[in-house]
Structures are given as C-alpha cells and as structure tokens.
DNA sequence: TGGAATTATTGACGTATCGTCAAAAAATGT
DNA sequence: ACATTTTTTGACGATACGTCAATAATTCCA
C-alpha cells in the first residue's frame, strides 16, 4: 500500500517536473527548442518514459498552456469578487489582466504556440476541452459583472446588443494589446512609450463608449487600480515589482 | 544577352512558385507542413536549388508573410484616401482591416506563426525591416486620419494623451478580434453570433469613448459601412460575396 | 515470504527533415 | 572552341520524433 502510493506519488511528481523541465526550452527557444530527448536527459530518464506521460511534444505544451490559462482564471476570480461598483470591478479584472501578463509574460508566446494549427491539432480532446472549459470561465465571469451592472443601472445595453457583445470586446482589446505587446519590438518607436497604461485607457475609452457609469471623467482610476493592486493582488503586485 | 535575361527571368518566376507552392502546405498543415524536400519534389527542382532561394524555411514564411501585409497595406491606403468625414475614414480603415481577413482568411495563421520567436529569430534582417516598415506605415496612415480629425475639431485629445495612444487602441481591438475569431472554435457557443459586426461595433464604442464625432448614435453605420465597401472596395466585396 | 503477474522503463530503431557542400552541368564570355 | 563563371544537384551528417520488443521493477497473492 504505502509503496504503490510512493510510487504513484512518484509518477505523479514526475509529471510536473517534465514541465518544468519542458518550460524554458519552450520559452527560450520555441517549438524547435523543446525536444523530447533533451527533457529525457535533463531528467535522466529514457524517451520512453517521457512519452508515458505525454503522447507527444505538443501535448506537454498545451500541458502547459492549461497550467497558465488556469493560474490567469483563479485571478479573474478574485478580481470579480473585489467588493466595489460595477465599474471597479471589471476595472479589477483589467488589473488581473494584467497582472496576469507581467507575471508570466512568457505565456502569450506560448498562447501564439498553441493557436498554431499544426500544434492544436495534435492535442488531446481532453486536453483541448479543459482549455475551452478555462475559456468560458474568464468569459463568465466577465459576463457577470456585466449582468450585475445592467442590473444596478450602471449600464444600459442598446437594443440587439447582449452583454457578450461587450466581454468580447474587452477580450479582444486585451488579447490585441498583449499580443502586439509581447511581439513587437518596435513599440516605442511607433509612439507607445508605456503600453500598459495606454492598455488600460483604451479599455476605459471602450467602457465609456458603452456608456458604463462612472464615466472616466467622473473617478480618478488611477487610484483606484492602486487600490486594487493593493487590496486584491497584494502578493502579486510585490512579486511584480521586485 | 537575351539569353541571360531569360535565364534571369526563370530565377526569378521561380521564387515565385516556390511562394505559391509552399502557402498551402503551410496554411494546411502549419510550419511543420511545409517541408523544403516537399517543395523540391513537387517543383521538380533539387533541394539545393530551394535553397538558392531561401536561406530557411523561415525566410520562406517571413517572405509570404509579408506578401499578405503588403496587401493589407494597400487597403488601408485606398481606404485612408476615401473623401468624407474623418470617422468616416477612420471607418473606412475598419471595412479594409475587416476585408483583409475575410480575402485572406488565413493571413492570421501566418501571422502567429511568423511572430513565434523560434521562427522570427530566425529570419533574415533584410525582411523583418520589410515587415517592420509595413507595420509602421499602417500605423502611419491610421495616425494620419486621427490627426486629421483633432486638425478638423472631430476630435480632442485629453491631456497627455497622444494619437498613438487611439491608434494603439484600434491596433489592439482588431489585433484581438481576428485573432480571436480566426483561432476560436466556439464563439457561437460563447454567444458571439457575428463576430465580425461585433467587431464593428466594438470599434465605434471606442471611437465614442474618445469623443469622435459624430458619435455612433448620430448616424447609420451600416449604411456607411456598405459605402465604403461599393466605392472604396467594390472588386474585394464581390470576391467576398461570390 | 517467494514467485507469478502486472506495470514501468529502457534505448535501439525506422522515418523524416534540415541545411551543407563538393562535384557535375549549364550558361556565358572571349 | 575552350575557359570561366554561375547554377544545379543529391548524397551526406546531424538531429529529432515516436515506436516497440526486451528488460527491470513493483505488486499481488498463496
């Protein structure tokens, strides 16, 4: 009993270990840079076992993705449950955002990886259903807040427009922004000295544009962004700025 | 001498049909789909030959990469050229962004793979300043009609903040959109029914967050929308239609 | 506890692709 | 007609994927 259950806690451990083997080389280097046979020898394991855990390279990688995808969802969680108008809120959610990015920047190349056909494609229906799943959920929260602001009268939807009309433009503009963020090597030369805080002008621009009281003119959101860091993202925020 | 030119011009078609023949190995089956052996074989040329070409694969994706970008910034240039209202032009940007993806629905699948660090660094100095001039004058010629508009009194910037910053926010907006909605396999399920008028209305609530007159509420977007497409776009919206 | 049954591990193997380079072929110039 | 330059070729070495039969370790049960 107690040595099966050592060695299932063995495998088990392996797994993460794999992965953590397996994330610098995707970062680093890329697809091409994640090789099988290097995590084997790094672990000192044969291949074999290796692909007892993973069916294939881009397995580990959408492994991955999911382990970042589900650290970002548990922030929007706690963002959503910030105690606040509507508009802070989602204003939290915006600082999940990108709290989520400044501590793993690292994870919208692998987003870039993973959306390649050729790489989806090869993945595990199981695997891909818990990354859909990931998705509905941060769609889900978003929405809510934005149920719960119609509901309080901070907003209010013009006729044909439903409150996914707006998550998805707060999802795009923030996938947009990251995207270029994380790949562009020419930003400051095209003018945007500090994306981050232009990221989240924009948003509010895009709130404002829908009408979601209170206006920008009307609260000062820089602080309450600091407010927020501090009160929900306390760790978070320090782990950013050392 | 005619002979040398003939032989010249052969070189040179060549490149081309190398282009054409690796697109849809590309598109189909992603970066590990196209193979230089495949190319060779099908071309009826020696792999050195290939090679003479292209230094790599990657060139031979950055190079169609910036095929499709010149051809989006075309569009963006005849659409910056439409004469009416500066949210009119500005409009016309969006119809053109949005024409570009629906004529090249697969520029995005290049567009992630190109900006997968493995490839780009891998990728010759020469084209990724051609990639890079491109993404400039796009933003140029959108910065272009944001100026035009603050010259005309359509437009008032707050203070501190720039044209780029507007430019940035559209930049993102529709980065994110069609990424999202080229690499998303359940938008109707998330309950974004028509992706692409949402992204159009997304984009005005933008343009009204930032006070640009006239506000959508003002006029007949979708009656300005099948303007741009007959006068500015008529060839592209056939292509599309049929 | 000992040995059968099950499960996990290994690494050589077949296949595929990359990018190179010396030799062969073609084109060009005199 | 022959020398020089340019272009083309494809065999080659290197690397990596994923497989699988053989081996080792573990578990189970009498």
Redesign the pocket.
Known sequence: ?S??S???R??QE?EQRILETAWPLLIEQGYLG?????IAETL??????I??HF????EIIIALAIQTTEKRTRLFERAAAFRGTSRERIHAIGSAATIFVQLFPDHFKLEHIIRSSSIWE?TSEKRRTIMRSCERRCMGIVGGIVRDAIAHADLTLDDGIVPEDLVFGLWSISVGAFSIITTSDQLVELGIQEPFETYRQNVHRLLDGFGWRPLSADYDSVAVDDRIRAEVFPEEFRAISA
């Open positions: 009993m040595t099966q050592r060695k299932q063995e495998i392996r994640l090789s099988m046979d290097r000192q394991y044969s291949k074999g076992t692909y007892n069916s294939c390279k881009e090869k």
